[in-house]
């Protein structure tokens, strides 16, 4: 098989392609926190694409901040409580936003491209200068999507502490998925052991529950989502699964351990669902649930996967 890369510019956009020879397509936008643009496989007598992403820049300025579609969530997603939080000792106040980090609207360079014909990929970086006084910590975020053989996409973040001591860290990804079929027409499939149970803001109690309801998969009619469940790694893989019994498609979601959190949610539009995910709960910074310490000098490594199939 041959993979490919190009480069084009449309509806204001600067996109990067990577394709195969097959038909599968993944289009990234580097200037607009990584954001994953589209992932676009062959259907029928045309093409599907399963990432719902903006239609232009106008539309992703007006509103990326109600929805942060596919965009890379760093140094922390979901929601830190009031955006205060302590540590080592000291009391922060994040001024940019409360919730999904302060990468989600910023351009990321380009540090490689390549294609063989096992894969084609690219890493793209940025650096945070600790600008935010609520996050006055310096780092480097790298992330790296790769096309793999059988409609596979394959995404790794490395951030580096450019600090002089030890950094808190939360990571995440924030794609929103589309068949064209409405959400209540999909099933959804996930392996967990628990949920996290939440306050009336969406803030973690400090409890995990069990939960096992969508282990054997169920229709998503009628059924809202706005949590986060613990993965069971001890089951096969992939964990979790979101299928179109119409179109007869299948995402497949393959996270390593270091996503344990994956976080479900359905839009009041319901024509697309966000499946993300996570190395911590909602307001892990003050918490503690999966928040991860980066020593000075060091780096830490997450990865997951997504495959598209047929039935």
Not at 31 to 60: C, K
Not at 212 to 231: C, H, I, Q
Request: aromatic letters at 10%.
């Amino acid at each position: 098989m041959a993979f490919s890369i190009s480069h084009k510019e449309e509806n204001g956009f600067s996109i990067i392609a990577l394709q195969d020879d097959a038909g599968a397509e993944v289009q990234i936008i580097p200037n607009y926190g990584a954001l994953l643009h589209a992932f676009s496989v062959p259907h029928g007598t045309g093409s599907l694409n399963l990432i719902d992403s903006y239609a232009s820049v106008a539309d992703l300025q007006a509103g990326v901040l109600g929805s942060f579609k596919s965009v890379k969530l760093s140094p922390f997603a979901c929601r830190i409580k009031d955006g205060t939080y302590n540590w080592q000792g000291k009391d922060y106040t994040i001024r940019k936003s409360p919730i999904h980090g302060l990468l989600f609207d910023q351009a990321f360079s380009l540090i490689k491209e390549e294609a063989t014909d096992s894969f084609a990929e690219i890493s793209l970086e940025h650096h945070y200068n600790g600008d935010d006084p609520g996050y006055p910590f310096p780092y480097r975020c790298e992330v790296q999507y790769r096309l793999l053989p059988e409609q596979t996409l394959q995404v790794t973040t490395a951030v580096f502490n450019l600090h002089n001591a030890p950094i808190p860290l939360m990571d995440g990804w924030h794609p929103y998925f589309t068949t064209g079929t409405p959400v209540d027409k999909l099933e959804l499939q996930f392996t967990s052991t628990s949920i996290v149970e939440f306050d009336e803001k969406l803030i973690p109690t400090g409890k995990v529950l069990p939960f096992t309801e969508f282990n054997a998969g169920k229709s998503m009619n009628g059924v809202s989502l706005d949590n986060s469940f613990m993965l069971d790694f001890e089951a096969p893989a992939p964990l979790c699964t979101l299928t179109d019994p119409e179109k007869k498609i299948r995402i497949e979601f393959y996270p390593d351990k270091s996503y344990p959190v994956l976080q479900v949610y359905t839009p009041p539009h319901r024509n697309s669902i966000a499946v993300e995910n996570l190395t911590g709960a909602p307001n892990a910074f003050n918490n503690g649930m999966g928040l991860v310490t980066v020593e000075a000098g060091t780096s830490v490594i997450f990865q997951t996967a997504l495959k598209i199939s047929g039935l």
